[in-house]
């Protein structure tokens, strides 16, 4: 079953704490990215990663680390200098050549 | 600044009945233009693109859309509406400012879409 995972679904968060989201794909697409997504302000991407070991900074980057040590997985680390971390996470990726992103059911992050 | 506008928050709409969801982007040069769908807490579901060629592209589940550069729009089209058809619209822009290399999609804010039985 191919796709994009994200883990975990839900997520609650005490202020002060870094927490991680998950995001596989078994697709074989080189890029990925991680959105974030308010009500009625649409996506805003946080890190963009195009290759293994290589991310860039998106938007809105403070606040938020990534690593990209596999193909498969580009996990978000949300830490405590996110002042407002409370939000729905989106990861997406795009195969080689293409501009079409394909996303991710997303994690959604409450901040206690 | 490269943006993306969607001028209706909400769009309402009755069942057999034909839809249109707008959308006008303020991007220079010949950007690729996107649609994609949002049902409610799940990610989000490509349905069609425009990159070259004919004004009207054809997309998933009956869905359309044309192309009109002159106004810079890409407004989103059905036929005839079905109640499933309920869910939050995004438009995209890809600028196509790096050749070989990462070209970013900027989002509008989304539309949603209700479609009354």
């Known amino acids: 079953d191919g796709g994009i995972t994200q883990s975990p679904k839900y997520l609650f968060r005490k202020e002060g704490q870094n927490v991680t989201l998950s995001c596989e794909q078994n697709?074989?697409?080189?890029?990925m990215y991680w959105y974030r997504q308010d009500p009625g302000q649409g996506l805003r991407l946080i890190y963009y990663?195009?290759?293994?070991?290589?991310?860039q900074k998106g938007d809105i980057a403070e606040g938020y680390s990534v690593s990209r040590e596999k193909k498969e997985s580009f996990p978000l680390t949300v830490t405590s200098a996110q002042k407002n971390p409370t939000a729905f996470y989106l990861c997406?990726?795009?195969?080689?050549?293409?501009?079409?992103?394909?996303f991710g059911p997303g994690t959604r992050l409450t901040v206690l | 600044a490269q943006s993306v506008a969607q001028p209706e928050d909400q769009v309402n709409v009755a069942e057999g009945n034909p839809l249109t969801v707008k959308c006008t982007y303020s991007?220079?040069?010949?950007?690729?233009l996107f649609w994609y769908v949002q049902y409610p807490n799940r990610g989000l579901q490509f349905l069609l693109k425009?990159?070259?060629?004919?004004?009207l592209v054809k997309g998933s589940y009956g869905f359309e859309a044309e192309f009109n550069k002159s106004q810079t729009s890409f407004h989103l089209k059905k036929p005839s509406a079905l109640v499933s058809d309920s869910a939050l619209y995004f438009c995209?822009?890809?600028?196509?400012?790096?050749?070989?290399?990462?070209?970013?999609?900027?989002f509008g804010a989304g539309t949603r879409l209700a479609v009354h039985p």
């Open positions: 697709l074989n697409h080189d890029a």
């Open positions: 991007v220079s040069g010949n950007p690729y």
């Open positions: 425009y990159i070259t060629g004919d004004n």
């Open positions: 990663s195009q290759i293994v070991n290589d991310f």
């Open positions: 997406a990726s795009s195969p080689p050549g293409s501009d079409t992103q394909y």
């Open positions: 995209a822009v890809s600028p196509r400012t790096h050749s070989g290399g990462y070209n970013k999609l900027i």
